[in-house]
């Protein structure tokens, strides 16, 4: 009869997950032992950096994928990362060892005491089997429902005595061989109300969201706006970790502000609103405001029945995004109504000295590959570098959903795991690196040729942008001096570069980017926000 | 009528919590607003940072500290740390911010959606007022629970708009100004049994636990071992967050294995075995055997109701361990049992190149300030410096007794800003360091004159070892390649000194405990276990 990890290894295998992100402890050796030479193991050096790179792997990968932790402290330390992989919506099997059996009541040291409850309320299911020989079919369950929508992270704790048990191989072999395909349609009936309510709308504005780029319907929603000659927002920067339409397009128009009265007066003139793969919406700052403007309707489609029913205004269909616009332009007709004025591109930038972030972005523009990917933590030019990069290929862009900083270091190195043919470049604020500044080991130990950009602000600008529009003076803690990430990662074993002006910026980009080993670029910065 | 900011401040002020730790967002500003001259706010780059200062800082100053954090992934990055907190019995009281109240229930960005759950199952208390003007009540009673025995971390969850709210005066006067008190001694009728009983055994042992540094109660402990003429055993290491009692004491037999059968054969012969504040036992592998020895009784006094509770063998007093052991001291004569055999001191550590970690341990004893303070978290050598050390003075060492990483390199900052007139020596392993980096630059900051010492081994020494006890081959990322922490913390900004044998070792250690600012000695170690 086979082991508990002889099935749950098979289990991983014939779902296709055969790339596990850990940090291992006593409490997983187990798991670990007579590890198979099919798989690969990324080692992180702390759990933030974990599960950053698993949730950069299984975005860009499009796969489940394992990250296994150590029991309560090492969950602990990726809670903020296991935040941002709920908001990314990024299926992540997480599990972490446990304490033997025999002494999980006596809460031995390393017990996780209280394992189901330790990942809550960040994950969508969390469970710890009350029989070693139910583990395989409890990965299988995590497995699955982490793939099924809306995706996410699940949990499940392992007891680390489990890994030597037997499992009855028929019973194994059905639950590791099952397959689960979640993707639907919205009802037809509905999907026609929706179509007759666009062709009949005098105005209406489509809103694209990060679950285009998930379910792979760029194509359908270029065609739709094209069709129907939409005018195309991308939702709210904070709630974009993914692009889901070419910001090159004519028919795009830019970034929706994050706040509610703008957003409104953004949309006026619309009467339908069409907001595909987002929720509705990630505002940020409290502006207030009417939620929609005067007489607009609005309408979602999303994969996630919580961002269906947390709205506050709007209707939805909950179904798959890319099926249910296929479906969509299957009942529509070309429209007759005037194509959108064609967007204007990028604004031009006076030159500074110190640089403008948006100037740093024009010249990462101009050497960016066509397949190039941009992984960003930069709060201060989020926006400058969407606005002057104009990214237009799926897969091209990850960014924290949910606001939670360490995704973007430890994410870039996940990214360029799942796509090692395609040029990685991590944007990131000096601020930004600390959170998971350890990836930079990981970088350079699995050979990951990432381009790191840092731009050095000596500040935490945004907090500083933010301590304006809410009228705070005298806060402490939002300078950093002396942060000097070059030198941190030259200390990891990466090679940097410290360039001043546009075109050095531009050539060291250049160069590392073609370079076929992590390096880094750092560049100071005018302090401040860098809107354009 | 004041505001919530100043009633809240007033309270940290009234209540001796002037020293705050934080990594702030935009929904802390409101409360960092106008940031009083009197107070001192510590910044963290990362929030396991931030958490691990402030357990530091409030396990060396027997203070309540404040940890402000960011909101839901705030919260998150720090949970290992307040896990590790939670262990150490440390009196934190952590707040994050939250999203003004208009915008939480339709979760705008950033909202920490289940904001009482989310430190759960770390915390003892968790919540979120109701309404504004409920801040500085929710704050006291979050700021004296903490305090109150069992100490540990507690939470408030404060949304943003509240700071700007007023409060009744004389209502906030009252709440600002109490005073709570949870020193309590055990009923004297259980005290009289139990001094009885130990006055009627034939060969009682103690053993000493770190709450008896907490309490203040070493001149109790050494009084009760001699007049008792009792042999005194350190709990197991791994809950040994603090020392109870002098190592280089006659009656000073060692730290007790953490495992069920050795504990019960190391105190054979033993009839009575007083435990003195901790946990029976923080065992850690699991090598089963009888609890105790044949015939042996085991009374534990500790003020943490759980650890009595849970313990799978033995009574218990829950009661303050001072005022107890006091209490225990009056009912109990001079004892006519002989005097324990006189213990040896360390073991002769034979000379090896690279050098055993055992040898720097006795190069660091060398040169050690009687007033000076260990922090450690080197896995492999916790033994190796307790046997070499002896430390013997209270307050004297730190370590993470949950077995959390990430304690260590944090809370020597927090150690070193509570006791600035003390040399504090972080004791750490090149892998531990990378659970908390960022602390380096907390440490420059603020001109910490911290000597870290890193034994650097290129592994996870303590996993290789704990493989071959589990008889776990092939696992893989147990091995730290080119982590080169001195090259990191001089990018920090930290001098770092490269040494390899004995006499250097001895001289760079003497020479950064005597520098007024933060240095680095770095020493390649063998690999494995030192245990003596």
């Given at each position: 009869m086979p082991t508990v990890r002889e099935a749950s290894f098979d289990l991983f295998r014939e779902q296709g997950m055969t790339t596990m992100f850990g940090n291992p402890g006593s409490t997983e050796l187990p798991m670990l032992a007579?590890?198979?030479?099919?798989f690969r193991y990324v080692l992180g050096l702390q759990e933030a950096v974990v599960v950053g790179m698993a949730d950069g792997y299984a975005q860009a990968s499009g796969r489940t994928t394992v990250a296994n932790l150590h029991t309560a402290p090492g969950v602990g330390n990726a809670m903020g990362a296991i935040f941002n992989a709920q908001a990314n919506h990024s299926p992540l099997l997480i599990t972490a060892g446990q304490q033997a059996r025999a002494q999980i009541t006596l809460q031995?040291?390393?017990?996780?005491?209280d394992a189901i409850r330790m990942?809550?309320?960040?994950?969508?299911w969390s469970y710890e089997p009350?029989?070693?020989?139910d583990v395989p079919l409890a990965l299988a369950h995590g497995a699955h429902l982490a793939g099924l929508p809306p995706k996410g992270p699940v949990f499940v704790s392992l007891p680390m005595?489990?890994?030597?048990a037997e499992v009855d191989e028929a019973d194994a072999r059905e639950a590791i061989t099952r397959r689960v395909d979640g993707r639907a349609v919205a009802d037809p009936a509905a999907v026609r109300v929706l179509a007759d309510r666009l062709d009949a709308a005098a105005n209406p504005v489509m809103i694209a969201g990060p679950d285009i780029d998930a379910s792979d319907a760029w194509q359908d929603a270029i065609a739709l706006a094209e069709r129907q000659r939409l005018p195309v927002w991308a939702t709210p920067?904070?709630?974009?970790?993914?692009?889901?339409?070419?910001?090159?397009?004519?028919n795009y128009r830019g970034v929706l502000p994050p706040a509610i009265g703008p957003v409104g007066q953004t949309l006026e003139g619309h009467d339908l609103i069409l907001v595909v793969g987002s929720s509705v919406f990630p505002y940020?700052?409290?502006?207030?405001?009417?939620?929609?403007?005067?007489?607009a309707k609005l309408v979602a489609i999303t994969s996630d029945p919580d961002e269906a029913a947390r709205a506050p205004m709007g209707d939805a269909l909950v179904a798959d995004v890319k099926l249910t616009l296929a479906a969509l332009l299957e009942d529509l007709?070309?429209?007759?109504r005037p194509a959108p004025e064609p967007n204007q591109g990028p604004q031009e930038i006076p030159p500074s000295d110190p640089l403008n972030p948006s100037t740093v972005h024009t010249a990462l523009a101009e050497v960016f590959p066509e397949d190039g990917i941009v992984v960003l933590e930069s709060p201060t030019s989020t926006l400058a570098l969407r606005n002057q990069m104009r990214l237009s290929r799926p897969g091209s862009y990850y960014f924290a959903a949910g606001g939670g900083l360490g995704f973007g270091l430890a994410a870039s190195v996940g990214v360029q795991l799942a796509q090692p043919d395609r040029p990685v470049v991590c944007v990131i604020g000096e601020g930004s690196v600390q959170?998971?500044?350890?990836?930079f080991w990981s970088a350079v130990a699995y050979k990951t040729p990432i381009t790191f950009l840092v731009v050095r602000n000596e500040e935490y600008g945004i907090l500083k942008w933010f301590a304006e529009v809410e009228q705070v003076?005298?806060?402490?803690?939002?300078d950093l001096p002396k942060l000097d990430v070059a030198a941190i990662a030259e200390g990891y074993g990466i090679a940097a570069h410290r360039v001043k002006d546009r075109d050095e910026v531009r050539d060291a980009l250049s160069r590392s980017i073609a370079s076929s080993q992590p390096e880094l670029v750092e560049v100071p910065v005018a302090p401040g926000m860098a809107l354009f």
């Open positions: 007579d590890f198979p030479s099919d031995a040291n390393l017990t996780n005491r990942p809550h309320p960040l994950v969508k009350a029989r070693a020989e005595d489990d890994w030597y920067a904070p709630g974009g970790g993914r692009l889901g339409f070419p910001e090159n397009h004519p940020y700052p409290y502006i207030p405001g009417p939620l929609l403007p005067d007489g007709p070309e429209s007759t959170y998971a500044v350890s990836a003076e005298g806060a402490p803690g939002l």
